[in-house]
């Protein structure tokens, strides 16, 4: 609906700032962590990875995947070739032991309550931090570049605050952070990056609003 030009913001995943060319990012609010993330985790089995099950409901998690794959647990791919592994989308589960995949992603609600089994669970916010040093942002509000955004941020910051205001939970148990500052931000930069190296995305940075 953002690229159809039906919405003028939206909270999605931080890739596609750079697959669609003329989005802008609100400042100093999405998804973030900077040390572990717990709510989007992988469940290896023992041995090489060769299937690998997705959730697709956050594309920016996708790619991140993929990139510890290449960069990080590049030990548990046969010959270090990510490009030959298999990726299948699965339906979510609390149980990834039993899905016949090698190595299973699970998002969300999702993956905070799935039970491990037998498989070593990876924290994907824990592995980016520990590669990069830099936190890792999985969401941010995106904006088209034809429209004034000032409107948009005043309504979007009250709206946070509301939240707040009312009790919303936070089931990461405070392991996410909504408010991002100057090192997410280049958290942020260094994923597009690492996005456009590995062919994943090719749009340049999206502008920042302020």
Partial sequence: MLRAGELDTALVSTI????????????????????????????????????????QSSATSVALLRL????????????????????????PTRTPADLPHDLVMMIGDIGLAADPGDREPWDLGADWVDWTGLPFVFAAWITRGDVEPEPLLTVLRRAREVGRDIGAVD??????????????????????????????????????LM
């Fill in 171 to 208: 089931g990461t148990r405070d392991a996410a952070h909504y408010d991002l500052d100057a090192d997410d931000a280049r958290g942020l930069r260094r994923y597009w990056a690492e996005c456009r190296k590995a062919g994943l995305a090719d749009h340049p940075d999206a502008d920042w």
């Fill in 68 to 91: 510890l794959l290449q960069n990080v647990r590049r030990d548990a791919v046969p010959g270090g070739d990510v490009g030959a592994l298999q990726f299948e989308t699965i339906v």
């Fill in 16 to 55: 596609e700032a750079i697959r669609q060319p003329g989005y802008r990012i609100a400042p100093g609010l999405g998804i973030a962590c900077k040390t572990e993330i717990r709510s989007v985790r992988a469940f290896h089995r023992p041995g090489p990875i060769r299937t690998v099950g997705v959730d």
